[in-house]
């Protein structure tokens, strides 16, 4: 419940307290496992599986019922002598919204996935 203008108004999900990075990382950590554990690198199957990744840990997230909107990246690169970096930077309310990366690697391939949650405020 919530007060405005003297009056309780029923709100349809709670408000946030604060993203929980470390339960966004589990969800989409166990899906990108499901995803690409066991798997080589194979260009022919990057948009399968950036797409399953991307949907799949929306879907968990979403599941959480918090007053969140999500928005989740993906990226699969062949592994190189070359590496892989990547950078974001956010302007946001830092005690209600947040993000999480996910770092996720085999011998063939390296996974970066980006979940950035903003709060949903009333």
Known sequence: MARGLGVLVALPFPLPVGFNAEEAHNIVKECVDGVLGGEDYNHNNINQWTASIVEQSLTHLVKLGKAY??????AVVQKSAYGFHTASSCFWDTTSDGTCTVRWENRTMNCIVNVFAIAIVL
Do not use: P, Q
């Open 69 to 74: 909107k999500y928005i989740v990246t993906c």
